[in-house]
C-alpha cells in the first residue's frame, strides 16, 4: 500500500471494504482478484469508476479487434450470420478479461489519483475532500449516451440518418 489507508478508503466510497480486501490482496502478492461488476459491464464499469483513459485504450484495442475479425471473416469468406460463434466468443473473451483485470486498473487509478493529490501539498482537510471527490462514480458518462443513442435512433426514425 503506497498510501495511508484513509486516502484509499475516502477514494473508494461506500466500497471501501471490497477494496481494501483487494488491495491486501495484491500487496500480498496476488495477481488478480476477479471482478464480477467489470466482467458484466466492461467498459460501462470502467466509465462508472472514471478509467476513461483505459476505456479509451479498450475501445480502440476492441475496435482494431473487429477490423481483424471482419478482415478474416470476409477472406475466408464466413457469413457473419451463420457463425455467431465469433461474436459469443470475442465477447467472453473481453468480459474475461475485464473481470480479471478490472480490480488491478481500479488500484492503480487510485495509487496514480491518491498521489497526484497528495502532491499539491493542500492541507489535509482538502486534500481528503479532494480524494473523495475524484475517487467517486459518475453516472454522466451512460447518460451522455443514452442521450446520444436516443437522438440517433430519433433521427433514424424521422429518416434524417440511415
Not at 495484491?26 to 476513461?52: C, E, P
Not at 480490480?103 to 501539498?121: S, V
Amino acid at each position: 500500500m503506497k498510501y495511508p489507508e484513509k486516502y484509499y478508503r475516502f477514494f473508494f466510497g461506500r466500497n471501501a471494504d471490497y477494496y481494501m480486501n483487494v488491495l491486501y490482496q495484491f500487496d500480498s502478492g496476488r495477481k488478480t482478484v476477479f471482478n464480477i461488476a467489470a466482467f458484466f459491464f466492461g467498459l460501462m464499469w470502467l466509465l462508472y469508476r472514471q478509467m476513461y483513459f483505459i476505456v479509451l485504450i479498450a475501445w480502440g484495442i476492441m475496435l482494431f479487434e473487429n477490423q481483424i475479425e471482419t478482415l478474416l471473416v470476409d477472406t475466408y469468406g464466413f457469413n457473419w450470420n451463420e457463425n455467431n460463434g465469433w461474436l459469443l466468443v470475442s465477447t467472453l473473451i473481453w468480459a474475461t478479461l475485464f473481470g480479471f483485470l478490472g480490480n488491478r486498473f481500479y488500484i492503480n487509478h487510485a495509487d496514480k489519483t491518491i498521489g497526484k493529490i497528495i502532491e499539491m501539498n493542500m492541507d489535509e482537510q482538502r486534500t481528503e475532500d479532494m480524494i473523495v471527490k475524484k475517487g467517486s462514480i459518475t453516472l454522466i458518462p451512460h447518460l451522455l449516451i443514452i442521450l446520444i443513442l436516443s437522438i440517433v435512433v430519433a433521427l433514424g426514425k424521422k429518416g434524417l440518418i440511415s
